[in-house]
């Protein structure tokens, strides 16, 4: 029997049974209603602890009493003041909402669940209504004739439910006539959470562990070691091929760093080891990083502040290790943290030098003043260069489509490079329908720190629209594979994948890429780096063996 | 409900208007209001306006609608991903002229129970840019009453606006394009139920408030005509600063300014602060180049971090035991 | 902060596009007071009372042009119960012979163009 963290508690047939209309109550009247499968459990002290927030304290979701901290509403009114003298979003958009609810369904949360307070614009009025009654001429007067409210402990439960029902995915700030966006909205209100100790510890731990040990997973340094050896092992299994390991190697030319998740979990552990067989193939000067072992950084779904602490050891590395340039791999929010708050969090990298590709010659020009190069960029140029040699046919098995993940694409714009890469290696490639990709995408369901499985039942509504699409393009193309270019994507969308649309597995774009090429002193080729036989080439492997055979050679080209 | 209080509340300020100025305060609603109104609007939107300059923008934050500027041989969707301040004024063009967000609205069904598709839906973009163009060329029309000489700008709008020449006197289109969209737009708060679901007072208040001051204006206009002339002196005499309430003027007018000097003086309170917000959103007004050059946030302050030191103090023996290079042994 | 002058200017420069009638006003030797235009020739009153003629004689007007052009009908019962002939060149220039110091001045002040005379000719004063 499965239990509500697994997707099998869940009969898809019902789950697509969404009730759209808003119940008779008022929302400010309807209490949260605390069903597992739908919050996240909380934030442990000893991470609380690790980090120095304020208010580290045990308490459970379901309990009435979440011991607050004494003066609870004070610290919020005076959190809610600070953030507001601090941030032009916050306070515009708290100012300027129309409520012309065009944002309304196109949060995949909403389209998946229903669920009023889902909708980007009742999120943000959450918040807004107690911005109203403490701090606007209206509100103070007429009170809830203005649309405010008192801060009570409802409040706070139902901002824990809903800000921790957001991904921070921006598509709904893509559609509204202001630009309002849920995501800074959603910031705000966890940063304000956290001043009462109100964190989930699914976002929490790994900050913790990623303070501490430098990556989420609290992977240690002769941890990384043997990680990164043991798929230098699966390599070599695969290709023939003995891959470098340099790690913390000072006076490298580049430091590579990616998130951590790619260095445990199926399926990210083949787009990490893509990345070391396309360094060795390209003859880079590279280093990983113990220290500055992830460039994911959930410190985004903290606060402003535990990013930058976060966040601070990327340039830190690389001027202690005196690298030149950084090259980042394939990862979503890291992306968002890397391309718009690293160089004015912990900037500037004058240290370092303009980012000048070793292959292709190529200077990274938009680079110039951050140092970081996305990998996806590094190697569309090295593709059009001609500098990998390709030969797709090997991944002609696999149908494919393109995630954008919401990150990369709505806080960067990063959307032909990796369709550009797509296209060189692999020779089916469909895209999704157009109002579900590029800066349309829809989220995984599981980002900003939503991807635990008792958050199960939100994670697979948050994901019907992504879902639904992935099946589009299965029943009419008969896609197989789903490219991702984010760590929490290739973890959240292997569930969302097998849920509702069954068949479809998971890949980032390095492993495709690193599939499709011919590398120098590579073994015959049979299987990929998955240690799956590649159709075709293990086919051709087995008519060589019944040819070898039946003259009595078996095994004699082994 | 919160419907009714709105319409109950705009009713009763019209009558508010009518009736006193009937029963002789024509110098409170003529000039005494207006001159409050208009103060209020202007020292109320500057202090809100100067609240929001005075509120730094700590990080480069542009929400990205196309293809960010890298690779030389990459096009860059300028319009919709600024690279650079030019592109940034078109795309804050774009927004606030053409309401160009609105125009990528889609409507999200489930057909068969099963699948969801997004059909593009205008009807919002169309009702929201109709209201907002008739309500700027009503504007400039009403310059007519507010300038001695009207100027030829004035006069070409009326012409144009005025251009099937239906009706004596004409009937504007915007006059009927500006009470179309406000219905439609009305009537999309009360039908769509989960918009419905969010709409406060302060929602329907504005919509009625523009409904009975544009009903009031066509009613002035077509139905029960008032000495226009009178009007002018009016007017006229509040922007000489030197005011004087002619007496042949319609109570129904005074009902119709009344309504105008609230809706000036609710402005700078209301959700209509979108006006000016609109041209200071920052994930619309920034140009997409925080890797280009640096942005600097005003208020930055130095955090506790895990320094590499620290975190070797912690970790050396480990590292020695993998092979990994160490700083102090 | 960088912009903070940028949003001042554009506010100013706002504010100052809507105080335009203001500044207008204020270098304007034009006078604000509705024109004194032509008295009528025939002191005894025009066919309706004065407050309804300045409101509404756009309306009475445009009925006059239908009744005779289109109905055939050459007289108006007025509320007074006397009749006039409804004739623009005839019964209303007769009294108001100027039609620039009478018709236009009013006109000019409220910008409201005259279509009267795209038919007929427009009495010059006697």
């Given at each position: 029997m499965a239990t509500f963290d697994e997707p099998g508690y869940y009969d898809p047939d019902e789950l697509v049974q969404i009730q759209r209309h808003p119940p008779v109550t008022p929302w400010m009247e309807t209490p949260v209603d605390f069903r597992p499968g739908t919050f996240i459990y909380p934030g442990k002290p000893k991470n609380l602890h690790v980090l120095g927030l304020p208010h580290p304290h045990e308490w459970a979701v379901t309990d009435a009493d979440w011991k607050l901290p004494q003066g609870w509403q004070q610290i919020i009114l005076d959190g809610m003041a600070e953030r507001l003298s601090r941030y032009r979003s916050f306070q515009l958009f708290m100012d300027i909402c129309v409520r012309c609810g065009a944002c309304a369904d196109k949060c995949h949360f909403f389209i998946g669940s229903g669920d009023p307070k889902n909708m980007p614009v009742l999120r943000a009025e959450l918040l807004r209504s107690i911005y109203r009654k403490d701090f606007t001429a209206l509100g103070k007067v007429f009170g809830k004739l203005a649309?405010?409210?008192?801060?009570?402990?409802?409040?706070?439960?139902?901002?824990?439910?809903?800000?921790?029902?957001?991904?921070?995915?921006?598509?709904?700030?893509?559609?509204?006539?202001?630009?309002?966006?849920?995501?800074?909205?959603?910031?705000?209100?966890?940063?304000?959470?956290?001043?009462?100790?109100?964190?989930?510890?699914?976002?929490?731990?790994?900050?913790?562990?990623?303070?501490?040990?430098?990556?989420?997973?609290?992977?240690?340094?002769?941890?990384?070691?043997?990680?990164?050896?043991?798929?230098?092992?699966?390599?070599?299994?695969?290709?023939?091929?003995?891959?470098?390991?340099?790690?913390?190697?000072?006076?490298?030319?580049?430091?590579?760093?990616?998130?951590?998740?790619?260095?445990v979990a199926d399926p990210g552990i083949y787009t990490c080891m893509a990345y070391m067989l396309l360094f060795h193939e390209l003859g880079i000067d590279y280093t990983w990083s113990t220290y500055a072992s992830d460039g994911g950084n959930f410190g985004l779904f903290t606060s402003h502040e535990t990013m930058k602490r976060l966040n601070a050891k990327i340039y830190a590395e690389a001027k202690r290790l005196g690298v030149k340039?950084?090259?980042?791999?394939?990862?979503?929010?890291?992306?968002?943290?890397?391309?718009?708050?690293?160089?004015?969090?912990?900037?500037?990298?004058?240290?370092?030098?303009?980012?000048?590709?070793?292959?292709?010659?190529?200077?990274?020009?938009?680079?110039?003043?951050?140092?970081?190069?996305?990998?996806?960029?590094?190697?569309?140029?090295?593709?059009?260069?001609?500098?990998?040699?390709?030969?797709?046919?090997?991944?002609?098995?696999?149908?494919?489509?393109?995630?954008?993940?919401?990150?990369?694409?709505?806080?960067?714009?990063?959307?032909?490079?990796?369709?550009?890469?797509?296209?060189?290696?692999?020779?089916?490639?469909?895209?999704?329908?157009?109002?579900?990709?590029?800066?349309?995408?829809?989220?995984?369901?599981?980002?900003?720190?939503?991807?635990?499985?008792?958050?199960?039942?939100?994670?697979?509504?948050?994901?019907?629209?992504?879902?639904?699409?992935?099946?589009?393009?299965?029943?009419?193309?008969?896609?197989?594979?789903?490219?991702?270019?984010?760590?929490?994507?290739?973890?959240?969308?292997?569930?969302?994948?097998?849920?509702?649309?069954?068949?479809?597995?998971?890949?980032?774009?390095?492993?495709?890429?690193?599939?499709?090429?011919?590398?120098?002193?590579?073994?015959?080729?049979?299987?990929?780096?998955?240690l799956e036989p590649i159709p075709g080439m293990a086919d051709e492997l087995a008519d060589a063996d019944a040819v070898l055979e039946t003259r009595g050679e078996v095994g004699a080209h082994a | 409900m919160t419907m009714l209080i709105a319409?109950?509340?705009?009713?009763?300020?019209?009558?508010?208007?009518?009736?006193?100025?009937?029963?002789?305060?024509?110098?409170?609603?003529?000039?005494?209001?207006?001159?409050?109104?208009?103060?209020?609007?202007?020292?109320?939107?500057?202090?809100?306006?100067?609240?929001?300059?005075?509120?730094?923008?700590?990080?480069?934050?542009?929400?990205?609608?196309?293809?960010?500027?890298?690779?030389?041989?990459?096009?860059?969707?300028?319009?919709?991903?600024?690279?650079?301040t030019p592109s940034v004024i078109g795309r804050m063009a774009l927004e606030i002229l053409g309401f160009r967000s609105l125009l990528r609205n889609t409507k999200t069904v489930m057909i068969d129970g099963r699948r969801l598709t997004y059909a593009t839906d205008l009807a919002l973009w169309a009702g929201a840019i109709v209201m907002h163009w008739a309500m700027l060329i009503a504007l400039i029309r009403h310059l007519r009453l507010m300038t001695n000489p009207v100027p030829g700008f004035v006069t070409l709008v009326e012409r144009f606006d005025g251009f099937f020449e239906v009706g004596m006197p004409v009937i504007y289109l915007t006059s009927v394009a500006f009470l179309g969209a406000l219905a439609y737009l009305l009537y999309r708060r009360l039908a769509i139920p989960e918009v419905r679901y969010i709409s406060l007072v302060g929602d329907y208040f504005p919509l009625f408030l523009l409904l009975a001051i544009g009903g009031s204006g066509f009613w002035l206009r077509h139905v029960t005509t008032t000495d226009i002339a009178s009007v002018k002196a009016l007017v006229l005499g509040l922007t000489h600063f030197a005011p004087t309430v002619p007496a042949s003027i319609s109570p129904l007018f005074f009902g119709h300014l009344f309504l105008v000097s609230v809706l000036l003086a609710y402005f700078p309170f209301s959700k209509l602060l979108h006006m000016p917000g609109v041209f200071l959103s920052p994930t619309r007004n920034l140009a997409n180049t925080t890797r280009i050059s640096r942005h600097v946030n005003p208020w930055d302050y130095p955090v506790k971090v895990h320094t590499y030191a620290e975190y070797e103090d912690e970790l050396r023996d480990k590292m020695i035991g993998a092979g990994l290079p160490v700083e102090k042994d | 902060?960088?912009?903070?002058?940028?949003?001042?200017?554009?506010?100013?420069?706002?504010?100052?596009?809507?105080?335009?009638?203001?500044?207008?006003?204020?270098?304007?030797?034009?006078?604000?007071?509705?024109?004194?235009?032509?008295?009528?020739?025939?002191?005894?009153?025009?066919?309706?009372?004065?407050?309804?003629?300045?409101?509404?004689?756009?309306?009475?007007?445009?009925?006059?042009?239908t009744d005779v052009v289109r109905d055939g009908r050459r007289f108006y019962p007025a509320t007074s119960g006397k009749e006039y002939e409804m004739s623009l060149t005839g019964t209303c220039m007769g009294c108001h012979t100027d039609s620039q110091a009478f018709c236009e001045r009013c006109h000019a002040y409220a910008d409201v163009t005259i279509t009267c005379w795209s038919c007929h000719v427009a009495p010059e004063g006697l």
């Open positions: 649309g405010g409210r008192p801060l009570t402990e409802d409040v706070i439960k139902e901002w824990f439910y809903y800000f921790y029902q957001c991904t921070e995915c921006r598509r709904c700030s893509v559609f509204c006539p202001y630009g309002i966006d849920t995501a800074e909205i959603t910031m705000m209100g966890r940063e304000l959470l956290g001043l009462l100790g109100l964190y989930v510890n699914w976002v929490i731990e790994p900050v913790a562990n990623c303070y501490r040990f430098g990556n989420h997973l609290g992977i240690q340094p002769h941890g990384m070691v043997d990680t990164l050896e043991f798929m230098a092992g699966d390599i070599e299994e695969a290709t023939g091929i003995t891959v470098d390991l340099p790690i913390n190697k000072k006076g490298a030319e580049i430091l590579f760093f990616t998130p951590s998740g790619d260095f340039w950084i090259l980042g791999g394939e990862c979503g929010h890291m992306w968002r943290v890397v391309h718009q708050y690293m160089n004015t969090m912990n900037g500037p990298a004058d240290f370092l030098e303009v980012p000048t590709s070793p292959v292709t010659g190529t200077v990274f020009e938009h680079a110039r003043s951050a140092k970081t190069v996305h990998i996806m960029e590094f190697l569309a140029d090295v593709i059009k260069h001609g500098k990998l040699p390709l030969d797709p046919a090997r991944n002609d098995h696999i149908r494919v489509t393109f995630h954008d993940s919401c990150n990369p694409a709505r806080g960067m714009g990063i959307l032909e490079e990796p369709r550009y890469v797509l296209r060189n290696v692999c020779n089916h490639f469909y895209e999704m329908p157009e109002n579900t990709i590029r800066e349309q995408t829809f989220c995984c369901g599981g980002g900003a720190g939503l991807g635990t499985d008792e958050n199960m039942e939100m994670r697979l509504r948050g994901g019907l629209p992504r879902g639904n699409a992935v099946r589009y393009v299965q029943e009419r193309y008969g896609v197989n594979q789903l490219a991702a270019m984010c760590a929490i994507d290739r973890a959240t969308l292997v569930t969302v994948c097998d849920y509702w649309a069954p068949g479809v597995n998971v890949t980032g774009i390095s492993e495709l890429v690193a599939n499709a090429t011919v590398f120098r002193g590579e073994k015959r080729r049979t299987h990929n780096l998955r | 319409v109950g509340l705009v009713t009763a300020l019209f009558l508010v208007g009518m009736l006193g100025a009937a029963a002789g305060l024509q110098w409170v609603f003529g000039v005494a209001l207006p001159y409050l109104a208009v103060g209020m609007f202007v020292i109320g939107l500057a202090a809100r306006v100067l609240r929001w300059a005075n509120v730094p923008v700590p990080f480069r934050i542009p929400t990205t609608c196309g293809q960010q500027r890298s690779l030389a041989w990459i096009r860059p969707q300028r319009l919709e991903n600024p690279p650079d | 902060m960088r912009d903070r002058t940028g949003i001042i200017l554009g506010l100013g420069a706002f504010l100052l596009i809507l105080a335009y009638p203001v500044w207008q006003a204020l270098g304007s030797t034009a006078d604000p007071a509705r024109p004194a235009l032509q008295r009528s020739v025939d002191p005894s009153g025009c066919v309706e009372d004065t407050t309804y003629m300045v409101a509404r004689h756009q309306d009475l007007l445009n009925t006059w042009r």
